[in-house]
């Protein structure tokens, strides 16, 4: 069973414009959350996290919002530009586990 | 600062040959990990360590081995390699328990 489901396998989006890009838990006991960007033939790089004592964080152009009681999140790119095009994976954890749970990522264009 | 790396690149086996490979970090992380990505299958946790001489069992544990013996180094060895394996394999480390940080990636093939 998936723990943590990124729903859409793709998303395009035009240059300058705002991304979404989603993903839902099923682990009530996961406090901590993370997004991760993959380019190809390259290992993820950390992107942005929040605490499940926050509903949102923000850095620069990223912005990730967490909605508990709806055991979702949402990562906002604003404003997208082609560099971002990338796999972005969601992924969470629990102070009790050792790991990261990953979703399978989302593909996201930026077309210019 | 070099980060994660990891050896070979690439690497082509022919079914029930071994191999190690080898994961080494130069940020003083206690936790390593290994992972293998399958198209479509995001990233799945092979084993881990918590610290120089321990490992632990992830998701996806079968037919692999690891060993921890100097905290900079993660060994991931396959005894007897299957088409099954075949996969793009990452190393990661990480200070605490969330914030990983990953190497460039081992390409495996198995015939």
């Known amino acids: 069973d998936q723990q943590v489901k990124q729903n859409s396998p793709s998303l395009s989006v035009q240059e300058g414009r705002i991304s979404i890009l989603n993903c839902d838990y099923t682990n009530s006991m996961f406090d901590y959350f993370l997004w991760y960007k993959k380019y190809p033939a390259e290992g993820p790089t950390f992107l942005i996290s929040?605490?499940?004592?926050?509903d949102k964080n923000e850095d620069g152009r990223f912005t990730v919002f967490l909605n508990k009681s709806a055991k979702h999140l949402s990562l906002h790119i604003v404003p997208s530009q082609p560099g971002d095009s990338a796999v972005y994976f969601c992924?969470?954890?629990?102070?009790?586990?050792?790991?990261?749970?990953f979703g399978k990522g989302t593909k996201l264009s930026v077309k210019p | 600062n070099a980060g994660v790396t990891q050896t070979p690149k690439f690497r082509v086996l022919k079914t029930g040959q071994s191999m190690t490979l080898l994961c080494a970090q130069d940020?003083?992380?206690?936790?390593m990990y290994w992972y293998r990505q399958d198209p479509g299958m995001g990233l799945r946790l092979i084993h881990y360590s918590v610290g120089e001489g321990t490992t632990a069992k992830g998701e996806v544990p079968d037919g692999y081995n690891v060993s921890r013996l100097k905290k900079q180094n993660f060994l991931l060895g396959l005894e007897s390699a299957a088409p099954s394996q075949t996969s793009v394999y990452f190393c990661?480390?990480?200070?605490?328990?969330?914030?990983?940080?990953f190497g460039p990636g081992t390409r495996l093939t198995v015939t």
């Open positions: 992924a969470a954890s629990a102070r009790s586990q050792g790991n990261l749970i």
């Open positions: 940020m003083n992380h206690e936790y």
């Open positions: 990661a480390s990480s200070y605490f328990l969330y914030e990983q940080y």
């Open positions: 929040i605490s499940s004592i926050k």
